[in-house]
């Protein structure tokens, strides 16, 4: 059984940083492509940036390149997202995501686990 927790969201102005971690519970970790899905009030699950297996590629959505990136540490079971210069549209509900198959670009069919959740508002 995997389980993906995630933490780090909150309330931030506009401008500002979060950081949010996912703690992913699973013999094989370094084995799953991760990646990060953030979803608005009445608006599609979206992907926002996803990492390979081994941490040596990594993808951000073009709506957050420059301002988020993805890491993560095979030792410690975690992947972050460190998102600077946060704008009130990327107030969303943030998910980790976890996918045996394909590489470091998650397609959402492809994502074998979430995380529950994290919400992150970006005020004005």
């Known amino acids: 059984q995997v389980k993906l927790v995630e933490s780090g969201g909150g309330l931030v102005q506009a401008g500002g940083s979060l950081r949010l971690s996912c703690a992913v519970s699973?013999?094989?970790?370094?084995?799953?492509?991760m990646g990060w899905f953030r979803q608005a009030p009445g608006k599609e699950r979206e992907f926002v940036a996803g990492?390979?297996?081994?941490?040596?590629?990594?993808y951000v959505a073009d709506s957050v390149k420059g301002r988020f990136t993805i890491s993560r540490d095979n030792a410690k079971n975690t992947v972050a997202l460190q998102m600077n210069s946060l704008k009130p549209e990327d107030t969303a509900v943030y998910y980790c995501a976890a996918a045996s198959r394909g590489s470091y670009y998650l397609r959402l069919s492809l994502v074998d686990y979430w995380g529950q959740g994290t919400q992150v508002t970006v005020s004005s």
């Open positions: 990492i390979s297996w081994s941490g040596g590629s990594s």
């Open positions: 699973a013999r094989t970790f370094s084995s799953y492509a």
